[in-house]
């Protein structure tokens, strides 16, 4: 049985039905294929041979073509699985009756009912977790725990990644912003005689004020640089 293929195809269904929460609405998903649905008690009122015919077939759902027929009879969480059992056959591709498609529509059923990382995402530890967030049954919510619990011994796959994703997206990174460059400084001009001058004076200037006044202003802050007066 090829799992990555399976859960390939799990993701296609609730990208293409836009499902993001758990339970998933089972009915909503074959409408959107185009499926007619119907109950076995549909198909006594209307046409005995056929309820016979589907209900030999099995206890539980029949599907031929673009029509499902299930047994309204059975537990809620039993039809569940049934349907989603009938959508792994077209979804897979199945074209004949074999062991290895029941298999792989059996598999199809539990995963899309709980793919097996929403069972971490979603923080459930125990079968009454996964029976009471997923609506799958007691038995199917302790083979689900099992199969878990041996995923994460050897790791998820990418198609697994995905769907945890899906429906529990991760949180944005913030892009860090990178220093900006210290600027450079504009080489400084080499001062003439006369600036020279112009600056001592005006430096000899700044300390006498500075000295005299500072009791009554306070004091005045040095002034070592005038390039307003570089030619």
């Not at 909503?28 to 209307?46: D, G, V, W």
């Amino acid at each position: 049985m090829d799992y990555n293929f399976i859960a390939e195809k799990t993701l296609a269904v609730y990208m293409a039905c836009e499902v993001r929460s758990f339970p998933i609405d089972c009915f909503k998903i074959l409408r959107h294929y185009n499926f007619r649905i119907y109950t076995y008690a549909q198909l006594l009122a209307s046409n005995r041979r056929l309820y016979e015919m589907c209900k030999k077939y099995s206890d539980d759902a029949f599907r031929y073509q673009d029509v499902i027929c299930y047994n309204q009879q059975a537990h809620n969480k039993r039809i569940r699985f049934s349907l989603m059992h009938e959508l792994g056959h077209y979804i897979l591709g199945h074209k004949e009756e074999s062991i290895e498609n029941e298999q792989e529509a059996d598999y199809f059923a539990s995963y899309i009912l709980a793919p097996r990382i929403a069972i971490i995402r979603t923080g459930c530890r125990t079968a009454d977790d996964i029976h009471d967030q997923f609506e799958v049954s007691y038995a199917a919510a302790n083979r689900i725990l099992s199969e878990v619990q041996c995923q994460r011994g050897i790791g998820w796959t990418d198609h697994d990644e995905k769907i945890g994703d899906w429906f529990f997206p991760p949180e944005p990174k913030i892009p860090i912003a990178s220093p900006a460059p210290a600027p450079i400084p504009e080489p400084r001009r080499k001062e003439t005689a006369r600036q020279r001058r112009r600056r001592e004076e005006m430096e000899e200037r700044a300390q006498f004020l500075s000295t005299h006044f500072s009791s009554m202003y306070g004091s005045i802050c040095e002034v070592t640089d005038y390039p307003e007066y570089y030619g």
